[in-house]
C-alpha cells in the first residue's frame, strides 16, 4: 500500500503505523551545480544550480521506530526561497513543505525494487547493511522540470507484508 501511494508519506505513513512521524536528519549537503556527485544522485533533476542532498529517517514520535529512510536530491535554485530556507533550517518533510508552499506537484511513474537498505541507515534498525528493504524512486517534476528526485527504503523487518 505506502509503495503505490502517490500522496504525501509522512501522512499515510502516521496512519498506517498509528504514530505520528518526525524526520530526523541524518545528513544534509548543499552541492554547487559543478558537483558530480550531486548531478549523478539527482539523476538529472535540473542540472543548472545547486543540488541539496538530504537522507532522513522516518521515525515514530511515540515509538521512536526508524520506520523508512529516504534519500533526497534537490534543485534548490529551483525552488521559491521559503521552502529552500525551510529545508535548510528545519526538520520538515519535503512533501508537506511543497503542500504547505501550496506548489503544484506532478510525481512520476515511481521505480520500485526489492535490494538492500542504504548503508547510511543501517545502524537506526540496529542491522547489518545487507539487510533487505523494498526501494523506490520517483521525481517530482515542478514547472514542467525535475525539482527533486526521492528515494525511499522499506525495510521488510518494519513491513513484514
Known amino acids: 500500500m505506502l509503495i503505490a501511494t ?4 509522512t501522512r499515510i505513513l502516521s496512519i498506517v503505523k498509528d504514530d505520528d512521524v518526525d524526520v530526523q536528519i541524518v545528513e544534509q549537503q548543499i552541492h554547487p551545480s559543478s ?4 548531478s549523478e ?3 538529472s533533476p535540473e542540472s543548472h544550480g545547486r543540488t541539496m542532498q538530504r537522507n532522513v529517517l522516518l521515525k515514530g514520535r511515540r515509538s521512536g521506530i526508524p520506520f523508512v529512510a529516504a ?3 534537490i534543485a534548490i535554485d529551483h525552488l521559491p526561497p521559503a521552502i529552500v530556507a525551510s529545508l535548510i533550517r528545519t ?3 519535503i512533501g508537506e513543505l511543497m503542500v504547505g508552499g501550496c506548489m503544484e506537484i506532478f510525481k512520476d511513474t515511481p521505480e520500485v525494487w526489492m535490494g538492500e537498505q542504504p548503508t547510511w541507515a543501517a545502524a537506526a534498525w540496529c542491522r547489518n547493511s545487507g539487510s533487505k528493504a523494498v526501494g523506490r524512486r520517483y521525481r517530482m517534476i515542478i514547472g514542467g522540470r525535475p525539482v527533486v528526485t526521492v528515494t525511499e527504503y522499506f525495510p521488510l523487518h518494519v513491513f513484514p507484508n
Open 6 to 9: 502517490n500522496g504525501t508519506l
Open 35 to 38: 558537483s558530480e556527485t550531486a
Open 41 to 43: 544522485t539527482a539523476e
Open 71 to 73: 534519500e533526497s536530491a
Open 91 to 93: 526538520n520538515r518533510p
